[in-house]
């Protein structure tokens, strides 16, 4: 995998610049729900699968989290080709620049040639998390905690979004990846495995050539976002 993922490098390197501007920003807002505010990416976007995800080796899978389009990409090695075979919306942390410390409620980054790697999947259905806002000791993860080695940062991982699925598209955790309930049990099943390399891009950066590729290759069938965050019951739009 990662000599893999060294030839991807190789291979698109001189074309990143080229586009690195082709994702369409759509913005950001703000949802209330009981008593929790979310800030949110103002798109309508849910879990896409492009191949049965039977005929996936997980051996063959590696990630893309990207910061600027609130979206995990699973992506499969083929011989020398890289296929997109899902995307999920994701929540990462409060503040969307570089982790740099503890308590900055930043999401840590890393480039394609150093990515980041599950060291463990665990049940994390009893897990519960105080945010300090007042709701108390909830559970918050979901059914499973992908924990991921981010060197000189502890404790991120990838997860669910139980008590906080409307901040999903948005920005709200302190630190790790949110996904919906139901996508993390999804990813869990399908793609994810200790050992899989996940790259998580800066809110800057744009696609990868192979992920153009990738996409084009889809034709039609490849699902965009499109302006329009979806309000769960109970929530509303608010003003801050």
Same mark, same amino acid.
């Given at each position: 995998?990662?000599?893999f993922?060294?030839?991807? !490098? ?7 610049m ?5 994702t ?7 949802? /209330?729900?009981?008593? *929790?505010t979310y ?5 309508c976007?849910s ?7 039977? *005929?996936?080796p @997980? ?9 600027? &389009? ?15 075979v ?13 982790? &740099? ?5 930043k999401?840590?980054?890393? *480039? #394609? @040639? ?7 999947i ?5 897990w ?5 806002d007042?709701?108390?000791? !909830?559970?918050?993860y979901?059914?499973?905690f ?5 060197p000189?940062?502890?404790? !991120? ?13 948005g ?8 996904? =919906?309930?139901?996508?993390? @049990?999804? #990813? /869990? ?14 809110i800057?950066?744009? *696609?990868?050539p192979?992920?153009?590729?990738? &996409?084009?290759?889809l034709?039609? =069938?490849?699902?965009?976002?499109r ?5 769960? @019951?109970?929530?509303s739009?608010v003003? /801050?």
């Open positions: 995998m990662m000599k993922l060294f030839s991807l !490098i190789v291979a698109t390197a001189c074309s990143l080229a586009t690195a501007q082709n369409v920003d759509f913005g950001t807002r703000h949802v /209330k729900k009981g008593s *929790k800030l949110v990416y103002d798109v976007d879990m896409q699968v492009y191949k049965d995800p039977l *005929k996936v @997980k051996a063959n899978c590696f990630f893309v989290i990207s910061k600027r &389009e609130y979206r995990l990409y699973v992506y499969e090695r083929v011989g020398n080709d890289t296929l997109l899902a995307h999920y919306p994701i929540c990462y942390a409060k503040n969307p620049e570089n982790k &740099e410390r503890v308590g900055d409620m999401t840590p980054e890393c *480039k #394609l @040639k150093a990515p980041f790697t599950i060291s463990q665990a049940d994390a259905s009893s519960k998390h105080d945010f300090g007042g709701r108390g000791n !909830i559970p918050s979901g059914n499973w992908m924990r991921l080695v981010t000189g940062h502890k404790g !991120i991982g990838i997860h669910g979004s139980t008590n906080n699925s409307a901040s999903v598209p920005r709200d955790s302190e630190g790790c990846i949110r996904l =919906r309930d139901n996508d993390i @049990k999804h #990813l /869990k099943e399908h793609y994810a495995k200790v050992g899989t390399p996940v790259v998580v891009k800066s800057k950066e744009g *696609k990868y192979f992920e153009v590729k990738a &996409e084009k290759a034709g039609n =069938r490849y699902v965009a976002q302006k329009g965050y979806v309000l769960e @019951k109970g929530a739009f003003d /801050k």
